[in-house]
């Protein structure tokens, strides 16, 4: 059966004529990693062949040939001798029970940490029945409605066609959200406007699917039946409903995100509609609509999903034995990070000692409590450049050894003009620091804020400041007034943090006698 498959194969692709696609060997190592499943990707091909349809058969052709590393990933919670716990967000009445919940568990198991428990490759799970109907009803709305006929073929693939969002189980959502929305009442001149359906759309999600912060701690991305079960999820969950409602009503909408904020902690993934000029309008799906969607906080970079393999990324340039921080080694994302916010390209000569067989640097951000890679850079030599960073942000270059991230040089500020002011203590002397909080605080307009303390009387702070690694200047009990350290290195970056907290409070330099923070 595999030699039958492989003769087909040239037949059936070779009368594609759209040029969009041209046939390589990746079609045929796919049809190989599919194992068993290839059966199912050769209905499907037969199915289309005889159909005579070239552009849909050309749409199987893109999905199949991009299927690989596309899968459902099911998350668990282990101890910390990696046994897993049963762990149900939903069985915790709020965040902060659920939180709770967690440290009392800490207690019993040691450290917790989620691990991937399961792996489900699309190439060996998907069906030709899904297969089929996804692209049937994908050309159906189209040719169907009037906002889609104006997409490129190209456009369609990318942002109609594909079948999944993230790393959510694989189901059917197209007729669901075809029937569900079939009669979106838009008239004059809304009438064949995205935007205005998507709004329609959108007020819609909102009425049933909800944010809730317990499911931070649910990082396996739910399917359609349990978003409609639930009615509750994270934004990663939001973004992915939106895409199955848009889509399906041919509306061309996409996921962006950041994998780490750099001015707060954690991530954020939101959606992006592509308006009739070609400009991609953030909005976040049933939260706020397009044109109406503020993000909160400070981008280093923003990225978008591709369901193609983009050949421009860091994977396509590692060697077989190299490795790269887990989501930057990645292949379907693309740098969309001018689209948000001014941006700068930085170079440096590093000047810390390069690893033997390190080809690449890594420039990081600061978020909850630890460096994370957010871009990368080719060096030649010792330098490196790094391309489109946003402004206004504190970045540390480091390499990346043995899974682990190592500096690779002085943190350093982007202003907003582009400038790269380093932070290596080279050019001031020791200053006092006179501090009122752990993090940005609002202050009354009329107040001083050098004369308003931010902390919590009682506890104990730890000021540290950035040396090749964080070096501890001392701690203090808070009290009413701010605290002082004297005699502190000069021309750092510093980090102050409340004794046993969870690491969210922010770095800052001292500038003009007063903490500004980054």
């Known amino acids: 059966m595999k030699s039958k498959l492989y003769l087909l194969l040239p037949v059936v692709f070779l009368a594609v004529s759209c040029t969009c696609f041209t046939i390589t060997d990746t079609i045929a190592e796919n049809y190989e990693k599919a194992g068993s499943n290839r059966q199912e990707l050769r209905k499907a091909l037969i199915y289309f062949s005889h159909k005579g349809d070239s552009l849909q058969l050309a749409a199987l052709n893109f999905l199949i040939r991009n299927m690989d590393e596309h899968s459902y990933v099911e998350f668990?919670?282990?101890?910390?001798?990696?046994?897993?716990?049963?762990?149900?967000?939903?069985?915790?009445?709020?965040?902060?029970?659920?939180?709770?919940?967690?440290?009392?568990?800490?207690?019993?198991?040691?450290?917790?940490?989620?691990?991937?428990?399961?792996?489900?490759?699309?190439?060996?799970?998907?069906?030709?029945?899904?297969?089929?109907?996804?692209?049937?009803?994908?050309?159906?709305?189209?040719?169907?409605?009037?906002?889609?006929?104006?997409?490129?073929?190209?456009?369609?693939?990318?942002?109609?066609?594909?079948?999944?969002?993230?790393?959510?189980?694989?189901?059917?959502?197209?007729?669901?959200?075809?029937?569900?929305?079939?009669?979106?009442?838009?008239?004059?001149?809304?009438?064949?406007?995205?935007?205005?359906?998507?709004?329609?759309?959108?007020?819609?999600?909102?009425?049933?699917?909800?944010?809730?912060?317990?499911?931070?701690?649910?990082?396996?991305?739910?399917?359609?039946?349990?978003?409609?079960?639930?009615?509750?999820?994270?934004?990663?969950?939001?973004?992915?409903?939106?895409?199955?409602?848009?889509?399906?009503?041919?509306?061309?909408?996409?996921?962006?995100?950041?994998?780490?904020?750099?001015?707060i902690g954690n991530n954020h993934a939101w959606n992006a509609i592509l308006s009739p000029e070609g400009k991609a309008v953030p909005f976040m799906g049933c939260e706020a609509n397009p044109g109406h969607y503020v993000l909160f906080g400070k981008l280093a970079k923003a990225y978008r999903k591709t369901y193609s393999r983009q050949t421009d990324n860091l994977a396509s340039r590692l060697l077989e034995w190299e490795s790269a921080p887990r989501w930057l080694s990645g292949s379907y994302y693309a740098d969309v990070t001018g689209e948000y916010t001014e941006t700068a390209d930085v170079t440096l000569n590093l000047s810390r000692q390069i690893p033997d067989s390190t080809r690449f640097a890594y420039l990081c951000v600061f978020n909850s409590g630890e460096w994370q890679a957010i871009h990368w850079g080719k060096l030649e030599g010792s330098a490196v450049t790094f391309t489109d960073m946003g402004t206004g942000i504190a970045y540390l270059p480091m390499f990346y050894v043995h899974e682990e991230l190592l500096p690779a040089d002085a943190p350093f500020i982007l202003t907003t003009e582009g400038q790269i002011i380093p932070l290596d203590g080279s050019s001031s002397a020791p200053v006092d620091l006179q501090l009122i909080s752990t993090t940005r605080v609002k202050f009354e307009a009329a107040t001083e804020a050098r004369d308003i303390v931010a902390l919590n009387e009682g506890k104990t702070y730890i000021l540290k400041y950035w040396n090749d690694g964080w070096t501890d200047v001392g701690e203090q009990q808070a009290g009413s007034d701010p605290l002082i350290f004297k005699e502190v290195p000069g021309d750092r970056l510093y980090w102050l943090v409340e004794k046993d907290s969870r690491r969210e409070e922010r770095i800052f330099t001292w500038e003009n006698g007063r903490q500004v923070w980054w």
Request: charged share 30%.
């Open 76 to 263: 668990g919670i282990f101890d910390s001798n990696d046994v897993e716990i049963q762990f149900d967000v939903l069985d915790y009445t709020d965040y902060d029970a659920m939180v709770a919940a967690m440290d009392t568990m800490e207690v019993e198991y040691g450290e917790l940490h989620y691990a991937r428990k399961t792996l489900s490759p699309d190439l060996t799970t998907i069906t030709a029945d899904l297969l089929i109907e996804n692209i049937e009803l994908a050309f159906q709305v189209w040719q169907e409605k009037s906002w889609a006929q104006k997409l490129s073929f190209e456009t369609f693939c990318e942002l109609i066609l594909p079948y999944r969002g993230s790393n959510e189980p694989v189901e059917k959502f197209r007729q669901w959200f075809l029937d569900r929305y079939r009669d979106i009442p838009l008239n004059g001149n809304k009438a064949d406007d995205p935007i205005a359906a998507a709004e329609y759309i959108n007020d819609d999600l909102k009425q049933w699917f909800k944010f809730d912060p317990r499911y931070y701690r649910h990082p396996t991305d739910q399917g359609l039946d349990e978003m409609r079960t639930t009615g509750r999820g994270r934004c990663e969950d939001m973004t992915n409903l939106a895409i199955y409602a848009m889509r399906a009503n041919g509306l061309p909408v996409t996921s962006d995100y950041t994998p780490y904020w750099a001015n």
